[in-house]
């Protein structure tokens, strides 16, 4: 990750659509992060307690037409995985105050710079690919789908969801490094994230990109551009609708085919 131009972190605030809610496609968002950048000397645009180092947890807020910040709760991301900020909070001079974000990780790290910067509007669209940085071609790996998915829904053995501690800031650094090596960035191969992973998909299997192993657990990439068409830091988000594994799109492939060889056969016969 690279970083630019003083304060930097990590609110991505998608445009509100018809309804209230985010709307994806014809979004703009704005980038921002905790006081963990003040350990950087980077002057934080907003306050996260749960953000860590240079990577998440990241907030991640909606704004409307105006530009004004709104609530974003996807519907299905458990309590555990969202932050409401203080009605004090001094995040852009109170902007955010009383407002529930979800919380998200960055996918790019160490040797993949890019960069993107505070209270900047970005448009964005949503893949399975990581766009931008030193390695532009890469898509989601399974391994970092996997954990996310955990995370958002609460259920991440290991994770500590506290918030009247300080083990949250830890956990969320583990899990940043975990997703951070599952994507062939600098990160930690041996913590408890990363191990977790390893058992579950094997060695070679848990770097797997989500389109080669057939499952994505509801888990894409958020891919947010500036106002040239450069990429931006990408960021995790889920969606609660993960594609079917091979051998369910493979069954569901072979009965439509049938279901039209039968069809064809019964107009053969009408004829």
Request: charged share 15%.
């Amino acid at each position: 990750m690279k970083l630019s131009n003083g304060s930097l972190a990590c609110i991505l605030i998608a445009a509100i659509g018809a309804g209230g809610t985010p709307s994806f496609g014809e979004n703009s968002l704005v980038i921002s992060a905790g006081s963990a950048w003040a350990t950087w000397g980077i002057a934080g645009g907003s306050y996260d307690p749960f953000q860590s180092g240079l990577g998440g947890e990241f907030a991640v807020l909606a704004v409307n037409a105006d530009g004004v910040a709104q609530s974003w709760i996807p519907a299905d991301y458990s309590p555990l995985a969202l932050y409401t900020f203080p009605t004090d909070d001094p995040s852009n001079s109170g902007a955010f105050n009383g407002l529930t974000a979800f919380e998200t990780f960055c996918v790019e790290g160490g040797t993949n710079d890019v960069n993107f910067n505070p209270g900047q509007a970005y448009a964005y669209s949503m893949s399975e690919d990581i766009l931008g940085g030193s390695q532009p071609d890469m898509t989601l790996s399974v391994g970092a789908a996997w954990l996310y998915e955990q995370f958002a829904t609460g259920t991440l053995e290991g994770y500590d969801y506290s918030t009247t501690n300080g083990g949250r800031s830890t956990a969320a650094a583990e899990l940043q490094d975990a997703i951070w090596f599952l994507q062939g960035e600098t990160g930690d191969p041996d913590n408890i994230f990363s191990l977790a992973a390893e058992s579950e998909f094997g060695t070679t299997d848990d770097t797997e990109s989500v389109l080669a192993y057939g499952n994505d657990f509801g888990v894409e990439v958020i891919n947010p551009m500036d106002g040239n068409g450069a990429a931006a830091q990408n960021q995790l988000f889920y969606d609660g609708d993960p594609v079917p594994d091979g051998g369910e799109t493979i069954g569901l492939l072979g009965a439509a085919l049938i279901a039209l060889n039968l069809l064809r056969r019964r107009r053969a016969v009408l004829a």
